[in-house]
């Protein structure tokens, strides 16, 4: 039974590009989530409610996985069925960053060139690097600052509430503006962003300033309020943004220092993806965060030394871990 209130699309690439989003009614979406971690989980879970055909594509063999929605009950997926794929009109990619050109390799033979492809994780770089894989595809970026966390493999909690830009990565996927309220309709407020590296890029520079630091000093987002850390916080935010104007981007420093400072308060709480990561002894995504930042530095011929060294700081805790 499809819930009331529930929104249809044909995929726009099937028929005609300009009026399919207004012909409402007929069709749900096949979905895919290849990587349903904490944040793939969530959507996995609301775009199925909204109505969708939603399968799972992870790491487990099983062909069905179910996921529970805090104490709610659990919702059963098809898992890793070529046939979805196939199917696809949407693979929202929510693998970590460092995951993405492993995960994508082995499906992309199966999919439809019309299928778009969504990358939803933190960091920058990881699209561009596998890009020549997936170009005959509409391509689109998003960032989401909704909080989720997996107590369990079959278990996902959502931590607080955010918003979700997605915007295209390239010229086939600036028709898909209509995905934004299909998903704006399954987990809001999603928007669409005419200048989606303009939002990565900010995403960017909170987690250049969080990231590494809550994961070399072990601590939660909020101890970074502390004193003692104001003068590194202003120079990594100093730093990037000086990359930014030098890349083309739009960047005030005390406009993205006082957006940092605001993550921390909203987020006092929370343990950041880095600080799990070390904490865990797992692959950190220090190499699309800073790394992309020193990367388009040592591009540009920007001095940015204090980046530098937190880089270096996380990757010697990674290499001294495996
Ligand atoms: O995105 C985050 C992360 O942990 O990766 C922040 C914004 C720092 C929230 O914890």
Not at 14 to 36: D, E, Q, W, Y
Not at 151 to 166: C, D, F, M
Not at 246 to 252: E, T
């Amino acid at each position: 039974m499809v819930p009331i209130g529930t929104i249809f699309y044909f995929n726009p690439f099937h028929f005609s590009l300009c009026f399919a989003h207004r012909i409402l009614g007929t069709k749900s979406m096949n979905i895919v989530v290849l990587g349903p971690g904490a944040i793939g989980s969530l959507w996995a879970i609301h775009l199925k409610k909204a109505g969708h055909n939603v399968s799972l594509w992870g790491n487990k063999t099983q062909s069905t996985d179910s996921i529970q929605l805090e104490d709610k009950p659990p919702i059963l997926f098809d898992n890793r069925n070529t046939q979805a794929l196939s199917q696809a009109d949407l693979v929202l990619v929510t693998v970590k960053v460092w995951q993405v050109e492993h995960a994508i390799k082995p499906i992309i033979q199966h999919l439809d060139s019309d299928c778009m492809l969504m990358f939803m994780h933190n960091g920058m770089g990881a699209v561009d690097r596998i890009y020549h894989l997936v170009e005959q595809h509409p391509v689109l970026l998003a960032t989401t600052t909704h909080g989720a966390f997996r107590p369990s493999a079959n278990r996902v909690n959502h931590t607080g509430l955010g918003q979700t830009q997605v915007g295209a990565f390239n010229d086939k996927a600036q028709q898909c503006e209509f995905i934004a309220d299909v998903l704006n309709h399954a987990q809001p407020e999603v928007f669409w962003n005419q200048n989606i590296k303009q939002a990565l890029w900010q995403k960017l520079v909170v987690n250049c300033a969080i990231n590494p630091l809550t994961g070399i000093e072990q601590c939660q987002n909020g101890q970074l309020a502390n004193q003692e850390y104001q003068t590194t916080i202003e120079k990594v935010v100093s730093e990037c943004a000086d990359v930014m104007n030098a890349d083309g981007f739009k960047a005030d420093k005390q406009t993205l220092l006082d957006t940092v400072r605001k993550v921390i308060v909203a987020t006092g709480k929370n343990y950041s993806s880095m600080y799990q990561d070390v904490f865990y002894n797992r692959t950190t995504e220090i190499d699309f965060i800073t790394g992309y930042l020193l990367e388009r530095a040592k591009c540009l011929h920007i001095a940015t030394p204090v980046n530098a060294e937190l880089y270096q700081q996380i990757k010697a805790k990674e290499l001294s871990e495996n």
